[in-house]
């Protein structure tokens, strides 16, 4: 979740260098600006529905590890 | 009869004795600080005492420059220095030069040691430091799962961050076990690549309580680490060697949790500028190709879609007129010609020749032309240009 965070923001950079340049075509900068914008709606989406998730590891018996859910409220 | 002194000479003739006695210039006398007071000038002035006794002491700015903590009173100390009389007062003090807490001498002596040891070999080098990922997705948390440090911290990634995953490797923060236990976690937590950020480290304690994080089995596990490391140990002015080697130190567990992720207050506030910088530079681009329009729309046709209709229209209509006009050439030219080739086909007639008062003559429908085809009392049949006449051949004439 956080990946797609990370990406949407580094490729919603990109898109908004690209349109500085302002050489590419009409028809592809529609493009690139509907894309950004619905990236910007993505990602506050992504913050809004957004919640920590606390998992406490233990080892397990065969070394690897165990989660179990960890509340501290 | 006795002499008679001035207490000023008293006074000094003390302070003289007292700075002569070997055993008064160089003391560690151990006991708990009271009234202690720092003054502008920099100096600290207190009192040590023990169940029974007190004693003054000062501590010049410049000793008091050197000191690791502040001094409390209520704190027991182990204070070094020289004992003399002050003449003013005709009072004797202690002119403290060393303060450490009481019971962490050692420790105090084992921290600098390790500390310079780890610095000799390179583990606090700056270019050993790994970067911190700007958008951390799991972060392992190696601290006490009881402790504030922890709820602190959950508390601000909670706020800052949601977007994160938490996996928290509970460990004992004090006492014997804890240095083996954080060096465990953090071992652990690189074999299995738990997450891409480690936060290790507790809130705020004495001295000893933070000693596990002074243990270089914590600060060999730290440098070792291929996952970032951010150590978050005790109050603000602690300072522990896991400090030193951590990627980044943080003051305190909270202000850890603030340095390992973004703030989504801000996150917010950078799309709103992308969004807007977006619309501006989409606006803009519109803006542009309206003029590139507006400035084609200057050509004529563009301009008037009925001028260019027109324009076609006469040039259909000069089109048409040159066509018909070609017409009527190609058909008189056609005309003429036919006039002068039936022209000529008239000359050529034999009906022509017999109208220039020739006659042909025929036998049985065929033209005469020697008069060895043909015999007396014969039929002949003479035309002329108007008509014919049938003769009989009364004499052939050679």
Redesign the interface.
């Known amino acids: 979740?956080?990946?797609s965070?990370?990406q949407s923001?580094t490729r919603?950079?990109e898109?908004?260098r690209r349109?500085?340049r302002?050489d590419v075509p009409?028809e592809e900068?529609?493009k690139l600006?509907e894309e950004?914008?619905t990236l910007?709606a993505a990602?506050?989406k992504?913050?809004d529905d957004?919640?920590?998730?606390?998992?406490?590891?233990t080892?397990g018996a065969d070394g690897?590890?165990q989660?179990t859910e960890?509340t501290?409220e | 009869m006795q002499q008679i002194y001035e207490v000023s000479q008293i006074n000094e003739y003390l302070k003289c004795r007292f700075e002569d006695d070997p055993f008064l210039s160089g003391l560690l006398i151990r006991g708990e600080i009271s009234n202690y007071k720092l003054y502008p000038s920099g100096h600290h002035y207190f009192s040590l005492k023990d169940a029974n006794s007190a004693m003054r002491c000062v501590m010049f700015k410049g000793n008091a420059f050197q000191l690791r903590f502040r001094p409390e009173n209520g704190m027991k100390v182990i204070a070094g220095g020289r004992i003399s009389v002050f003449p003013r007062d005709g009072a004797y003090q202690l002119y403290c030069t060393s303060l450490t807490p009481d019971g962490v001498g050692d420790l105090h002596v084992a921290f600098e040691q390790l500390k310079a040891r780890l610095q000799k070999e390179g583990l606090f080098a700056p270019e050993r430091k790994k970067p911190l990922p700007r958008y951390p997705q799991t972060i392992a948390i190696i601290t006490s799962s009881a402790g504030a440090a922890l709820r602190d911290m959950l508390r601000i990634l909670r706020a800052r961050y949601p977007l994160c995953v938490v996996k928290l490797l509970a460990v004992r923060v004090q006492g014997g076990e804890a240095p083996a236990e954080i060096a465990g976690a953090i071992r652990y937590a690189n074999a299995h690549r738990l997450a891409d950020l480690i936060i290790t480290g507790r809130g705020g304690g004495s001295i000893e309580d933070l000693w596990a994080f002074n243990d270089e089995r914590v600060a060999y596990a730290i440098a070792e680490s291929e996952i970032p490391v951010i150590s978050a140990v005790g109050h603000v002015p602690d300072v522990t060697i896991s400090d030193f080697v951590a990627d980044l130190r943080a003051a305190t567990p909270s202000n850890a949790a603030e340095l390992a992720v973004p703030d989504q207050v801000e996150l917010r506030q950078m799309l709103a500028a992308r969004q807007a910088m977006l619309l501006t530079l989409m606006q803009k681009r519109i803006k542009q190709e309206r003029q590139n329009v507006h400035a084609l729309a200057q050509n004529r046709s563009l301009k008037s879609p009925l001028n260019y209709y027109s324009d076609r229209r006469m040039q259909l209509d000069y089109t048409h007129r040159r066509l018909s006009a070609a017409s009527t050439t190609y058909l008189n030219f056609r005309r003429e010609r036919f006039v002068r080739l039936t022209a000529k086909l008239d000359a050529m007639s034999p009906m022509k020749v017999l109208s220039r008062g020739y006659s042909m003559a025929m036998k049985q429908g065929a033209i005469l032309k020697s008069t060895e085809d043909i015999a007396e009392n014969d039929e002949l049949t003479l035309v002329l240009t108007d008509g014919k006449v049938i003769t009989k051949v009364q004499e052939v004439i050679k």
């Open positions: 979740m956080s990946a965070f990370e923001l919603l950079d898109i908004v349109m500085e302002g009409l900068a529609l600006f950004g914008t910007v990602c506050n992504m913050l957004a919640e920590l998730k606390v998992v406490q590891l080892k690897s590890p989660e960890f501290d």
